[in-house]
């Protein structure tokens, strides 16, 4: 369910410009990029780690991407405010902030922390999170009459984005750093996807990540072929892509880099 770096992180200055909605019983927050109303061909779903709405981070980048493709973008609870793990959890020290060794003391922690919220974790598995989050954006491409709909997934958030696909839910899927991926759901992806690897990711494997690129690669010429890119940053932890310690030039670096990705894919996929 989660990874040593999956509970440790920085927050991100600024304040979110955007409000809190219910959708069919669900908070969600919002923000509108739009000027005109006619222009609604598309929008953002924003898919949180394990801390879940409560962290401002997901709020800001929403709000930037929100501006750089002028559209709408959601953010849904995906825990139904019972995150995995609380917001007050994030220890920017129990790991290194960038590459480098795993002390044994902060694995004794890490694993003391894990055993402590194993309650929490089980109420946010991915066969509880997915269908709910499916049904969320069904609701709001309904309601907003959006043509197209597409993800970008963070850490966990990033794992129910691939297990949303089968739904039918999205048109075009972003993964960052994501986690709790297998062979199978990997190989059900059959929407345009671009990911955003870290350095070092206890989360991903480079075998399992090598391999992902592989199963896409190997689709070439085929009628199962849909469009992919792979980047690997440099310097980068899990978690860069979305509570990055921006005091580290890699880390910095790979935060703006994975929010620039994403702009320039949805960009690609899609805007008409």
Not at 43 to 51: A, E, W, Y
Request: glycine share 6%; charged share 20%; hydrophobic share 45%.
């Amino acid at each position: 369910m989660s990874c040593p770096d999956c509970i440790r992180g920085s927050i991100l200055d600024g304040t979110p410009s955007g409000t809190v909605k219910q959708v069919d019983g669900i908070d969600a927050y919002f923000v509108s990029g739009v000027s005109e109303p006619t222009s609604k061909s598309f929008s953002v779903v924003l898919l949180t780690d394990v801390f879940g709405l409560e962290v401002v981070n997901s709020k800001l980048i929403a709000d930037r991407i929100a501006s750089a493709l002028a559209c709408d973008v959601w953010v849904p609870d995906l825990f139904n405010g019972q995150p995995a793990i609380k917001p007050d959890s994030m220890e920017a020290q129990l790991l290194p902030d960038h590459p480098g060794p795993w002390p044994l003391w902060d694995k004794l922690r890490f694993y003391a922390r894990v055993i402590w919220n194993i309650g929490s974790f089980y109420r946010a598995r991915p066969s509880v999170v997915t269908p709910r989050t499916a049904k969320f954006i069904k609701s709001v491409r309904e309601q907003n009459i959006y043509d197209k709909v597409g993800a970008v997934g963070y850490c966990f958030g990033a794992g129910i984005a691939v297990r949303l696909v089968p739904f039918k839910a999205l048109d075009s899927i972003v993964l960052c750093h994501p986690s709790l991926l297998t062979e199978a759901s990997i190989k059900a992806i059959d929407v345009p996807t671009a990911w955003a690897c870290a350095e070092e990711d206890m989360a991903l494997s480079k075998a399992m990540r090598l391999n992902a690129e592989a199963i896409f690669a190997a689709r070439k010429d085929r009628p199962d072929f849909v469009p992919y890119e792979f980047v690997d940053y440099m310097g980068t932890v899990h978690g860069f892509a979305c509570r990055p310690n921006l005091a580290y030039d890699g880390m910095k670096a790979g935060f703006e880099g994975s929010l620039s990705q994403t702009v320039e894919w949805f960009r690609k996929t899609l805007v008409s």
